[in-house]
Nanobody
Framework: QVQLVESGGTLVHPGRSLTLSCTAS????????VGWFRQAPGKEREGISC??????THYADAVKGRFTISRDSARTIQLRMDNLTPEDTGVYYC????????????????????????WGQGTQVTVSS
């Protein structure tokens, strides 16, 4: 069964760091682009980072320089988040499009939620003092 599971979300103070993990079951990430998205209360889901098949990485302007996406293993993608602010609060989701094996996405597509067909359940990140 194909499944994505996010983990690592918690309550943290502003300025602290946190690493989220996205773990796949039923398939390997190796030849897929994987995206991280977040949804803040009352806002639409936004793309914040993604890693393509050839390990190119892309970031939304709001997190560039603070967040780092990486392939930890064939079945785990991590998102390290540094210098967190209250504006980073939200539910974080990872996603993959299993119909695009071996296809490299450009930055726009890589950060677009509509390009993905499998999603995890999300993990809550709250940044507050």
């Amino acid at each position: 069964q194909v499944q994505l599971v996010e983990s690592g979300g918690t309550l943290v103070h502003p300025g602290r760091s946190l690493t989220l993990s996205c773990t796949a079951s039923g398939f390997d990430f190796d030849y897929y682009a994987v995206g991280w998205f977040r949804q803040a209360p009352g806002k639409e889901r936004e793309g914040i980072s993604c890693i393509t098949m050839d390990r190119s990485t892309h970031y939304a302007d709001a997190v560039k320089g603070r967040f780092t996406i990486s392939r930890d293993s064939a079945r785990t993608i991590q998102l390290r988040m540094d210098n967190l602010t209250p504006e980073d609060t939200g539910v974080y989701y990872c996603a993959v499009d299993l119909n695009r094996w071996g296809i490299t996405l450009d930055q726009f597509m890589c950060l677009s939620a509509s390009e993905y067909d499998h999603w995890g359940q999300g993990t809550q990140v709250t940044v507050s003092s």
